[in-house]
């Protein structure tokens, strides 16, 4: 097969095998005049975005069509950046090894903030132009979709339409509307995008305006034609059992980060924690059902060779039938030889079991995510997990063999005090001493390991925190100080580790998350000046993002120090997720009131997610 590189530069960089296609499963088509060329983009590297689910879904989903050939994209890493910007090489897909330039589509996913200046070395390696009103008919339509497109603003100019949520419904209407268009004989890209533009849950920016006031904050925002929408709908797939799915996982020739075949068991999530967007956003739950789940391991297993399976999803352990899948999973596994890998589940009796069946427990260590040392403050988050189930778990585990345990914490949540601060070295040391209180000296192997660590808060749009202040950098630094000076003072010190993340990262993420139009100016003067692979700890830098504040003269605290007055018009106000402003608002009271929400299973909250008609929201 040709290689868009020649062998020189494969030997010349790391892992070659990143770019030359060419996998078990990868699909070949013969490319016709007719055939709309579309390329897949994960804004990563390829051993990140091989492992990514949804971009597989989509992948298997756009092949099914004759008409579609869809191929995977990568983000080179920066020793082939380089080479291609010297030897001018354009990107390409992996499959064909053909320019990205050259195709109908270019399909971003944003999984997370701190890939923007991805997506910008993406376009700049194909040679598309940075900006949608810069581009051609020739140019591909460039389409964004993924989580964080439920705030596309910060990265609008850069895209010709986002699809805000679930692929599976509404690609079919706009690859046939794109054909329409393109065997008229007389395509015209603004007339394309502007129809497409009425399609549910696709949002063309470029006919929309946005107008600031005198205090920076937004004060309209519309369309500039009257037939487009004014709300963009969510798109969301109601039966999953319906849903195209992957079948023949792509077997990658080097290690990526999820080498095995994944079932994705439901989506959304029922508990409602008021940090986490994922749980708003994917709102209405909605499982899949046990059998058909059965059916897809096996087919994934039997096509590709995989030894290992996994489970995804939010909060797996409210799955309605998981000891059901859970028992055929070990049982047909166990037959063929295949690994199980488990998604951390909330420890209780069933998952202890089940974990000793699947893993060696010498080795495994069990997951906590409290997100917060106190009470109160887990009432604050909607957490819904008390210290009395985390120490009941923890002895469960002690007793079943466990002496590893990892805990995750949040720096920086709303109403946060030094108190609640303390609180998180005593649960560490409490769950300690808990191993040497039920264990005899003469059982134990070692100490007990405890490893914390703590993220810092960054709030999302579309959760009750979205108006919430988020701290400074020294405010952070100062608290992850008082954390680790804390954790040294307990009793059991010894048997803990602490670690936290950098602060620079979570305050861009924070910029970014809750950002408006303004800031494409931002990212494309950090990217021209050598930001890029800013989710990797080893090749992000501070100093191009802190230049282009000041040379855009930009103040990054307006976006993150500041508190949202309810009133204020959102950036992303404009996107409809079904859970309504309104209870978005009741959250947000009762989180400063420390007042908690039942789960969608044990009560309705009138969250307004009940308007896609299914799921959880009419399973009472
Ligand atoms: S349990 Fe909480 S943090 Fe986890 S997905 Fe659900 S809402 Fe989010």
Same mark, same amino acid.
Request: glycine letters at 6%.
């Given at each position: 097969m040709h290689l868009a590189l020649t062998d020189q530069i494969l030997k010349e960089?790391?892992?070659?095998?990143?770019?030359?296609g060419g996998e078990i499963n990868a699909i070949h088509k013969e490319p016709s005049g007719k055939m709309i060329r579309f390329a897949m983009c994960f804004p990563d590297i390829y051993e990140i975005g091989m492992s990514h689910l949804g971009a597989q879904i989509i992948y298997a989903m756009l092949n099914e069509r004759e008409d579609v050939w869809c191929e995977r994209v990568y983000s080179p890493w920066t020793d082939l950046h380089k080479i291609m910007k010297e030897q001018k090489i354009p990107l390409f897909a992996? @499959?064909?090894?053909?320019?990205?330039?050259? #195709?109908d589509f270019l399909g971003i996913t944003l999984?997370?903030?701190?890939?923007y200046t991805n997506v910008l070395q993406i376009l700049d390696l194909s040679g598309i132009s940075m900006f949608s009103a810069d581009r051609?008919?020739?140019?591909p339509v460039v389409i964004g979709g993924g989580p964080c497109a439920y705030n596309p603003e910060p990265i609008a100019d850069f895209f010709d339409l986002f699809y805000i949520g @679930?692929?599976?419904?509404g690609y079919d209407a706009l690859l046939d509307l794109y054909k329409a268009h393109k065997t008229?004989?007389? #395509?015209d890209r603004n007339a394309f995008l502007h129809e497409a533009?009425?399609?549910?849950?696709?949002?063309?920016?470029?006919f929309y305006q946005t107008q600031y006031g005198a205090d920076h904050t937004i004060t309209s925002f519309k369309p500039i034609?009257?037939?487009?929408?004014?709300t963009i709908k969510k798109a969301v797939c109601m039966d999953l059992n319906d849903a195209p799915y992957i079948t023949k996982p792509i077997v990658p020739y080097l290690k990526v980060t999820q080498d095995r075949a994944t079932l994705?068991?439901?989506?959304?999530?029922?508990?409602?924690?008021? #940090?986490c967007q994922a749980g708003m956003i994917y709102r209405p739950v909605r499982e899949r059902d046990e059998k058909k789940l059965e059916t897809l391991a096996r087919e994934m297993l039997e096509n590709s060779g995989h030894e290992e399976i996994s489970l995804s999803s939010?909060?797996?352990?409210?799955?309605?039938a998981l000891p059901e899948l859970v028992n055929y999973l070990i049982e047909y596994a166990g037959e063929q030889r295949v690994n199980i890998s488990l998604p951390s589940?909330?420890?209780?009796a069933f998952s202890l079991d089940v974990m000793r069946r699947v893993q060696d427990i010498r080795k495994s260590s069990l997951t906590f995510?409290?997100?917060?040392?106190s009470q109160r403050m887990r009432n604050v988050i909607n957490k819904g997990l008390t210290q009395e189930d985390i120490l009941k778990g923890a002895g469960d585990a002690f007793l079943g063999g466990w002496t590893r345990v990892k805990l995750y914490f949040m720096l920086g949540?709303?109403?946060?005090?030094d108190e609640d601060l303390l609180a998180i070295p005593l649960l560490c040391n409490e769950i300690a001493k808990l191993y040497y209180e039920l264990i005899p000296k003469e059982q134990r192997k070692g100490r007990v390991q405890i490893v914390a660590s703590s993220s810092f808060f960054v709030p999302k749009p579309?959760?009750?925190?979205?108006w919430a202040a988020m701290d400074k950098r020294e405010d952070f630094l100062r608290k992850a100080a008082f954390v680790n000076h804390a954790m040294h003072e307990q009793l059991n010190a010894r048997s803990i580790k602490y670690n936290w993340h950098d602060a620079s990262v979570s305050e861009l993420e924070g910029i970014l998350a809750r950002?408006?139009?303004?800031l494409s100016a931002v990212l494309l003067y950090a990217y021209e000046h050598g930001a890029l692979f800013d989710a990797w700890t080893e090749t992000f830098h501070k100093e191009p993002w802190d230049e282009a504040f000041l040379k855009t003269g930009i103040d990054p605290a307006y976006y993150i120090h500041r508190e949202r007055s309810t009133d204020e018009i959102l950036p992303?106000? #404009?996107?409809?997720?079904?859970?309504t402003r309104e209870y978005l608002i009741r959250e947000w009271e009762k989180a400063q009131n420390g007042i908690t929400t039942p789960n969608c299973r044990d009560?309705?909250?009138?969250?307004?997610?009940a308007v896609f008609g299914g799921g959880i929201c009419y399973a009472h």
């Amino acid at each position: 097969m040709h290689l868009a590189l020649t062998d020189q530069i494969l030997k010349e960089v790391e892992k070659p095998a990143r770019y030359i296609g060419g996998e078990i499963n990868a699909i070949h088509k013969e490319p016709s005049g007719k055939m709309i060329r579309f390329a897949m983009c994960f804004p990563d590297i390829y051993e990140i975005g091989m492992s990514h689910l949804g971009a597989q879904i989509i992948y298997a989903m756009l092949n099914e069509r004759e008409d579609v050939w869809c191929e995977r994209v990568y983000s080179p890493w920066t020793d082939l950046h380089k080479i291609m910007k010297e030897q001018k090489i354009p990107l390409f897909a992996l @499959e064909s090894q053909d320019p990205v330039k050259d #195709f109908d589509f270019l399909g971003i996913t944003l999984q997370y903030e701190m890939c923007y200046t991805n997506v910008l070395q993406i376009l700049d390696l194909s040679g598309i132009s940075m900006f949608s009103a810069d581009r051609n008919n020739d140019d591909p339509v460039v389409i964004g979709g993924g989580p964080c497109a439920y705030n596309p603003e910060p990265i609008a100019d850069f895209f010709d339409l986002f699809y805000i949520g @679930e692929a599976e419904t509404g690609y079919d209407a706009l690859l046939d509307l794109y054909k329409a268009h393109k065997t008229s004989g007389q #395509f015209d890209r603004n007339a394309f995008l502007h129809e497409a533009g009425k399609l549910p849950g696709i949002y063309a920016p470029k006919f929309y305006q946005t107008q600031y006031g005198a205090d920076h904050t937004i004060t309209s925002f519309k369309p500039i034609y009257e037939d487009l929408p004014h709300t963009i709908k969510k798109a969301v797939c109601m039966d999953l059992n319906d849903a195209p799915y992957i079948t023949k996982p792509i077997v990658p020739y080097l290690k990526v980060t999820q080498d095995r075949a994944t079932l994705e068991i439901q989506r959304g999530c029922i508990r409602g924690c008021r #940090f986490c967007q994922a749980g708003m956003i994917y709102r209405p739950v909605r499982e899949r059902d046990e059998k058909k789940l059965e059916t897809l391991a096996r087919e994934m297993l039997e096509n590709s060779g995989h030894e290992e399976i996994s489970l995804s999803s939010l909060s797996s352990s409210d799955y309605s039938a998981l000891p059901e899948l859970v028992n055929y999973l070990i049982e047909y596994a166990g037959e063929q030889r295949v690994n199980i890998s488990l998604p951390s589940l909330r420890i209780d009796a069933f998952s202890l079991d089940v974990m000793r069946r699947v893993q060696d427990i010498r080795k495994s260590s069990l997951t906590f995510a409290p997100e917060a040392g106190s009470q109160r403050m887990r009432n604050v988050i909607n957490k819904g997990l008390t210290q009395e189930d985390i120490l009941k778990g923890a002895g469960d585990a002690f007793l079943g063999g466990w002496t590893r345990v990892k805990l995750y914490f949040m720096l920086g949540l709303p109403t946060e005090t030094d108190e609640d601060l303390l609180a998180i070295p005593l649960l560490c040391n409490e769950i300690a001493k808990l191993y040497y209180e039920l264990i005899p000296k003469e059982q134990r192997k070692g100490r007990v390991q405890i490893v914390a660590s703590s993220s810092f808060f960054v709030p999302k749009p579309f959760t009750p925190f979205q108006w919430a202040a988020m701290d400074k950098r020294e405010d952070f630094l100062r608290k992850a100080a008082f954390v680790n000076h804390a954790m040294h003072e307990q009793l059991n010190a010894r048997s803990i580790k602490y670690n936290w993340h950098d602060a620079s990262v979570s305050e861009l993420e924070g910029i970014l998350a809750r950002g408006d139009r303004r800031l494409s100016a931002v990212l494309l003067y950090a990217y021209e000046h050598g930001a890029l692979f800013d989710a990797w700890t080893e090749t992000f830098h501070k100093e191009p993002w802190d230049e282009a504040f000041l040379k855009t003269g930009i103040d990054p605290a307006y976006y993150i120090h500041r508190e949202r007055s309810t009133d204020e018009i959102l950036p992303w106000d #404009f996107i409809d997720i079904g859970v309504t402003r309104e209870y978005l608002i009741r959250e947000w009271e009762k989180a400063q009131n420390g007042i908690t929400t039942p789960n969608c299973r044990d009560h309705c909250n009138g969250c307004g997610a009940a308007v896609f008609g299914g799921g959880i929201c009419y399973a009472h």
